[in-house]
């Protein structure tokens, strides 16, 4: 899922101003209402989160850094059916 995943884009739009701080030291002023698309397969191949990252590993999601960067299903209360608990 995390090389292959369904969600090519994960789209979302900021809901109030807020400043990205990139590992760089670089910052990027996000306004109220700015659309971001974050682009999945760039980020699951990406070394800098994913060491080796065509490389099987499921130890890697051992870490809670790594997991955090994992959307293999997109991001929010509907990624997927089996992470809220039961209505019942």
Same mark, same amino acid.
């Not at 700015?34 to 760039?42: K, N």
């Given at each position: 899922?995390?090389?292959?995943?369904?969600? @090519?884009? !994960?789209?979302?739009?900021?809901?109030?101003d807020y400043? *990205?701080?990139? &590992?760089?030291?670089?910052?990027?002023f !996000?306004?109220k209402? @700015?659309?971001?698309?974050?682009?999945m397969? /760039? *980020?699951?191949?990406?070394?800098r989160?994913?060491p080796? &990252?065509?490389v099987y590993n499921?130890?890697?999601?051992d870490? &809670?850094?790594?997991r955090?960067?994992?959307m293999?299903? /997109?991001?929010?209360?509907?990624q997927c059916?089996?992470?809220?608990?039961h209505?019942?």
């Amino acid at each position: 899922m995390r090389l292959y995943s369904p969600v @090519t884009l !994960l789209a979302r739009k900021a809901s109030e101003d807020y400043t *990205l701080k990139a &590992p760089t030291g670089e910052e990027v002023f !996000l306004k109220k209402g @700015t659309q971001v698309l974050l682009p999945m397969g /760039g *980020l699951s191949l990406d070394e800098r989160v994913f060491p080796d &990252p065509k490389v099987y590993n499921p130890d890697r999601f051992d870490d &809670p850094e790594q997991r955090r960067y994992f959307m293999g299903f /997109g991001d929010g209360p509907r990624q997927c059916v089996g992470k809220q608990p039961h209505p019942l």
